[in-house]
């Protein structure tokens, strides 16, 4: 865990380094898209390295959804969601750092040996561990993705940008769905937000 975190500032060190590469700087973070009723919030963070800047340095953005977050911390969704949008910037404009702090990855970050999003089924989505084993039921892998077959009002982000739509081909036994991480390197994966299938053929996020 201690070496898996060794490349993330926390909060505090990002903030005390900005402050001191940046003494003029300037951060803002605005609410741009939030729905109640579906659980989301999309924030946007600008930064100015100085107070002459017209245009800001950098631009960045965080998606907070509810269903992802631990019962604990669903009241603070919109908070959080403020805090990793400007920590984002913050990592963009300064650079030599991953934009996620160690906080961020704390959350998501789970041992193998308790519990793995890759390999463990969350109700009807099943997991396989070769890509071949997947193909062989029907289902295409990961490296794939059938845009056109959902549409959302906004694609989830992750740390690691905009998530991928995926979903298991049309005569898989066990139909599956869901918005995968963008990043190659599987131990620095984000967690899936995966959908079910409703009885009306449609698919809704799974709580």
């Not at 993330?8 to 300037?26: L, V």
């Not at 951060?27 to 579906?38: D, R, S, T, V, Y």
Request: glycine share 6%; net charge negative; charged share 25%.
């Amino acid at each position: 865990m201690a070496a898996f975190m060794d490349g993330y500032e926390g909060n505090k060190e990002r903030t005390d380094r900005w402050i001191a590469t940046f003494p003029q700087g300037r951060l803002e973070a605005h609410i741009i898209e939030f729905n109640a009723e579906k659980g989301y919030v999309l924030v946007q963070a600008k930064a100015w390295r100085n107070q002459t800047e017209i245009d800001p340095a950098g631009i960045d953005y965080a998606y907070g959804y509810l269903a992802a977050y631990p019962d604990k911390m669903k009241r603070w969704m919109v908070e959080d969601s403020c805090t990793s949008a400007l920590m984002r910037v913050m990592a963009l404009v300064m650079g030599n750092t991953e934009k996620a702090t160690k906080e961020v990855m704390a959350a998501i970050k789970t041992p193998a040996a308790d519990y793995d999003y890759w390999t463990t089924k969350h109700g009807d989505v099943p997991s396989y561990k070769t890509s071949a084993e997947a193909e062989e039921s029907g289902t295409p892998s990961f490296g794939s993705s059938d845009d056109s077959a959902w549409s959302a009002d906004a694609t989830p982000l992750c740390v690691h940008g905009a998530m991928r739509w995926n979903q298991s081909k049309p005569d898989a036994i066990k139909p599956w769905a869901g918005y995968f991480c963008s990043e190659k390197v599987k131990e620095k994966q984000c967690r899936p937000n995966w959908y079910v299938r409703t009885s009306d053929g449609t698919w809704k996020p799974q709580v």
